[in-house]
């Protein structure tokens, strides 16, 4: 419980004092999962379309599939994006090793599958209401699609919001794709697991109430942006 | 207000631009960082050489990995028989000793099994095998773990049974562990002086000259690994093996204990 | 409005499913004059026969074969479902959807969506607010505006006003009837008699997916020419 408290206190110090460090690496979480929910949606949310509203032969196996993904262990995307960007790897000549990119890169693939699958549900439903009316006006399947995009933006945005808290909060894969190293490649929560490590549990927790802090800001930003609840219509 | 959270972003965005200097990335144990030696010699190796070192704090095992992929440039590890492989197999050029600490023995304060009066590290070790006293090990084949089950072929004990705990984690994680147990462990000073969830736990036996851990910088084959910064890795040994290295070495301490000693010699 | 797409040509026309006869097999020749009513007790099959005509159910046997093109065909019908399809958006971009996906931009689009909701009674203050918000007969009005502003040839109407209290019908009927005045055909579907003597020129007669009858709406009212039909207009059950 000391511990608990310890930590709190030490969070509001930190944060008070906008501590130069504490402030460089959660700017850094920010912009590394910021960047890769952006492109993750650009990817999940069209595919999630997609597959709302075509009929195809291996559609269910899909589904299937991308629901699956949503549980994949966050250290075993980690570790196949080593392999896939070391120096002894397919990709080494790219140096991306250690870098932020590389942890976008897999957040990103943590990421898609759990927007992609929200997204589809809500899609789905909402395709099966706008099918008949849209196949009669004769819209194209661009169209279609971003119409669906757009009335689903609510449903969408809390599959972003899902991706985002999934994200933030990721250290696994992270770790050893970036290397946890000071001043380049440490987030919150690579911090975290290091004073973790070293025993230091109220800076640990401290951080820890600081991730929260940060995630919840940033929630209520996105909600002030979209103006929901405004007309007591969610 | 839309427009201040764009801004925010792009700011988030571009702040993170870093400006490169002359970089090289190196992997070092978790025993070695957690010691904090490499925050007084980073800033000054940035001084002296204008080089910014980026450390990867890994085990033992994961950095001679990261060696053999040619991920970083250069390895500093303590486990010497791993070291005559790596460089035999050609993954590093050569090796250099740069300095030595000691390994101690942790244990619950009571002393269950009364390792504070052991005649020697083997003796230690005999006894808490004997009394099945709780016992917390690296388990993660670092070079840590590689002298601690050194030390048990040693005494001669096979460590079997449920008193015998292999974590597989860090240092630190693992001391965290056997203060939750209140088990024994073996543990680098200085990652026991600079460990902050002591509980229970105290230091119980050390000195016996086996316990010695020689530290010693590997630099990857750069005929392996072509991009491999080779004249940065060489400044470095050149600045670990130098004046200033064995001054700052010599006189780090944590709560008044010197941690380690400076010896590198001649070149091999 | 030129006059492609009639006369319409229906040859041996069957929809299954699951192996079992909708509609079928239907011979029929429309020659687009004024409203055709389609008519039959519930579950005849006349929103199957609909949607075939229109194009958005499958034919299994047989063709439909409209005067021009199959592809100009389509864009100059539009179809208001029984249950109105609201997008989830606002009445006036309800209105304004047809016209922004042909490609209108969007200010012009929206006067005329206001337009033409002046037009049919859906008064200022319920432009903004959401479609899905309304009554059904506001919706229903909505769906058959939303239609008429594609300015099409054609509009299929399945069951218009079936749910509908006798106000919000009696305004569906005066749209209608404006519209018919005004040129653009009707292929609508009903089961109330009353509606389909005050609005046909044409009657189609529907029982079990077969059409029993297909005759001009005096012809067909003074005598029908079947037991069945005869026995729907007197207000019996039909199977």
Redesign the interface.
């Known amino acids: 419980m000391v511990d608990l408290w310890q930590g709190l206190s030490q969070a509001f110090w930190l944060v008070i004092t906008a501590d130069a460090e504490l402030v460089e690496i959660a700017?850094?979480s920010?912009?590394i999962t910021?960047?890769a929910l952006v492109l993750a949606c650009l990817i999940a949310m069209p595919l999630a379309a997609l597959l709302a509203i075509r009929r195809f032969r291996f559609r269910r196996t899909v589904i299937a599939v991308l629901n699956t993904l949503m549980g994949l262990p966050p250290v075993v995307v980690g570790l196949m994006v080593y392999v896939l960007l070391?120096?002894?790897?397919p990709l080494?000549a790219l140096?991306l090793?250690?870098t932020?990119t590389a942890m976008i890169m897999a957040q990103m693939i943590i990421i898609v599958p759990l927007i992609a699958s929200i997204a589809h549900q809500s899609l789905r439903d909402?395709w099966h209401?706008?099918h008949?009316?849209l196949?009669?006006?004769?819209?194209s399947q661009t169209?279609k699609v971003a119409?669906l995009l757009w009335?689903?933006r609510r449903a969408l945005l809390t599959a972003a919001l899902a991706g985002f808290g999934r994200g933030i909060g990721e250290v696994g894969a992270i770790m050893i794709v970036g290397?946890?190293?000071?001043?380049?490649t440490r987030v919150l929560t690579t911090a975290i697991a290091?004073e973790?490590?070293?025993?230091?549990?109220a800076l640990a927790l401290a951080l820890g109430f600081v991730l929260i802090a940060l995630a919840l800001a940033v929630n209520l930003?996105i909600h002030?942006?979209s103006r929901t609840e405004r007309?007591g219509?969610w | 207000?839309?427009q201040k959270?764009i801004l925010a972003?792009g700011a988030?965005?571009i702040?993170?631009m870093?400006q490169a200097a002359e970089v090289m990335?190196m992997a070092v144990t978790?025993s070695f960082h957690?010691s904090g030696l490499s925050e007084v010699l980073l800033p000054a190796i940035q001084e002296d050489l204008d080089l910014e070192v980026?450390?990867?704090?890994?085990g033992t095992g994961q950095a001679l990995k990261l060696g053999?992929?040619?991920?970083v440039d250069a390895i500093l590890v303590h486990s010497k028989a791993a070291e005559d492989a790596f460089v035999a197999e050609g993954y590093g050029t050569h090796r250099r000793e740069i300095m030595y600490n000691d390994f101690v023995f942790i244990g619950p304060s009571g002393d269950p099994a009364g390792i504070a009066d052991a005649s020697d590290a083997a003796d230690s070790l005999q006894r808490i095998a004997g009394a099945e006293s709780a016992f917390v090990s690296r388990g993660d084949d670092s070079g840590t773990h590689k002298k601690e089950l050194s030390l048990w072929a040693a005494a001669g004990v096979d460590p079997q049974g449920a008193w015998y705990n292999a974590v597989g984690?860090?240092?630190?994680?693992a001391?965290?562990t056997a203060?939750g147990l209140n088990a024994y462990i073996l543990s680098d000073r200085a990652s026991w002086l600079?460990?902050?969830?002591?509980a229970d736990l105290a230091l119980l036996f050390s000195g016996d000259p086996v316990l010695f851990n020689q530290y010693a910088y590997l630099p990857v084959n750069p005929e392996l690994?072509p991009?491999v910064q080779a004249d940065l890795v060489e400044k470095l040994e050149g600045w670990l093996t130098g004046e200033r290295a064995k001054e700052l070495i010599n006189s780090y301490t944590i709560d008044g204990e010197t941690l380690f000693v400076f010896n590198a010699g001649e070149a091999e | 409005m030129v006059n492609g797409l009639f006369p319409l040509s229906v040859k041996g026309a069957l929809t299954r499913r699951r192996g079992k006869v909708l509609v079928g097999p239907v011979d029929l020749e429309l020659d687009g004059q004024g409203t055709c009513v389609v008519l039959g007790p519930n579950g005849a099959g006349k929103t199957t026969l609909l949607r075939m005509l229109?194009g958005?159910a499958r034919l299994h046997q047989g063709r439909i074969d409209w005067a021009c093109d199959t592809a100009i065909a389509?864009?100059a019908?539009?179809?208001v479902?029984q249950q109105p399809?609201m997008?989830?958006?606002s009445v006036v971009e309800n209105l304004a959807?047809?016209l922004r996906?042909h490609g209108v931009p969007r200010r012009e689009a929206m006067e005329r969506a206001r337009d033409w909701a002046g037009r049919v009674g859906l008064g200022e203050e319920m432009l903004e607010r959401?479609a899905t918000?309304l009554s059904g007969g506001e919706k229903q009005k909505l769906a058959l505006t939303r239609a008429l502003i594609?300015e099409p040839e054609l509009v299929f109407l399945d069951e218009p006003s079936s749910s509908l209290d006798g106000r919000a019908t009696r305004e569906i009927e005066e749209i209608l009837t404006t519209c018919s005045a005004a040129g653009t055909r009707l292929i609508m579907s009903t089961h109330d008699m009353g509606q389909a003597r005050r609005l046909a020129d044409t009657v189609v007669f529907l029982l079990n997916g077969s059409v029993h009858e297909a005759a001009p709406a005096e012809v067909f009212f003074a005598g029908p020419k079947t037991p069945e039909a005869q026995a729907f207009l007197n207000g019996d059950i039909v199977e």
């Open positions: 700017m850094r920010l912009r910021l960047s070391s120096r002894s790897g080494g140096g090793l250690f932020p909402l209401d706008y008949d009316l196949i009669s006006m004769n819209v169209q119409t009335d689903a290397g946890n190293i000071d001043n380049v290091l973790t490590g070293k025993g230091q549990f930003a002030g942006l007309d219509r | 207000m839309k959270l972003f988030i965005c702040a993170g870093a990335r978790t957690n980026q450390l990867l704090v890994v053999q992929a040619g991920d984690a860090g240092m630190g994680a001391l965290n203060s600079n460990f902050g969830n002591k690994h991009y | 229109h958005i389509r864009n019908q539009a179809f479902f399809v997008l989830r958006r959807y047809p996906m959401s918000v594609q």
